[in-house]
Nanobody, 124 residues
Framework: QVQLAESGGGFVQAGGALRLSCAASKGTINSYAMGWFRQAPGKEREFVAAASGSGITTFYADSVKGRFTISRDNARNTVYLQMNSLKPEDTAVYYC?????????????????WGQGTQVTVSS
């Protein structure tokens, strides 16, 4: 069973940047659609970005469009989330997720595998 592990979170000032990584093990994610979600304290988990199995098709939540970029390196079995121009409202635990189907989706229920999350804190 595929396992996902996020890394790269941390503390950054507003306007700064971070790059999150999601490394897969015990299986390949080459044909999986992959997504990033986040959950802030007291809020529900929300969609951030997703990429198809090939990485050609990507889409984003309106709140991060133009600032975040999802990418994947299937040779390394890894997915990335480059986050630029960070804002305090981006503060959350960020999770990566994978689904058997290679079609990306915004719906968390459609994902089969989840990582444990990595904390991102943006100060004002």
């Amino acid at each position: 069973q595929v396992q996902l592990a996020e890394s790269g979170g941390g503390f950054v000032q507003a306007g700064g940047a971070l790059r999150l990584s999601c490394a897969a093990s015990k299986g390949t994610i080459n044909s999986y659609a992959m997504g990033w979600f986040r959950q802030a304290p007291g809020k529900e988990r929300e969609f951030v970005a997703a990429a198809s199995g090939s990485g050609i098709t990507t889409f984003y939540a309106d709140s991060v469009k133009g600032r975040f970029t999802i990418s994947r390196d299937n040779a390394r079995n890894t997915v990335y989330l480059q986050m630029n121009s960070l804002k305090p409202e981006d503060t959350a635990v960020y999770y990566c997720a994978g689904r058997y189907n290679n079609i990306a989706t915004k719906e968390a229920l459609n994902y089969n595998y989840w990582g444990q999350g990595t904390q991102v804190t943006v100060s004002s």
